[in-house]
């Protein structure tokens, strides 16, 4: 079943990044996030521990801050944005990886 979740989440996520024209991010944005661990708590479609990267593109559609919110999400965690539970750090990401996972999860289509 994660296998299903994990490689849905590939097809969606090249779908996007094709369309945008950033098909080299794509393999970069997908080894990030499964060495980040963040396919531990997130699924394209579905809540795990967090949210589904398809909603939190959803809840961001609209900020024109997103990509620079959901990275410093990704970098310095959250809590109670999504519930109890809250989001580990990932400190030791560089920038450039805070912006790849950020736009990478924001084209996740809704």
């Not at 970069?28 to 593109?57: M, Q, R, W």
Request: proline share 5%; with cysteine.
């Amino acid at each position: 079943m994660r296998f299903l979740l994990t490689f849905g989440a590939v097809l969606i996520s090249a779908n996007c990044l094709a369309q945008t024209g950033n098909v080299n991010n794509l393999a970069t944005a997908v080894e990030l996030a499964k060495g980040s661990g963040c396919y531990s708590c997130h699924a394209a479609a579905e809540k795990i521990v967090g949210p589904a990267f398809k909603d939190i593109a959803a809840k961001y559609k609209d900020d024109k801050d997103a990509a620079a919110s959901l990275a410093q999400a990704i970098q310095y965690g959250s809590k109670g944005k999504w519930g109890r539970i809250p989001m580990p750090p990932h400190a030791s990401l560089s920038s450039g990886d805070l912006k790849t996972l950020a736009a990478w999860v924001l084209a996740t289509p809704q």
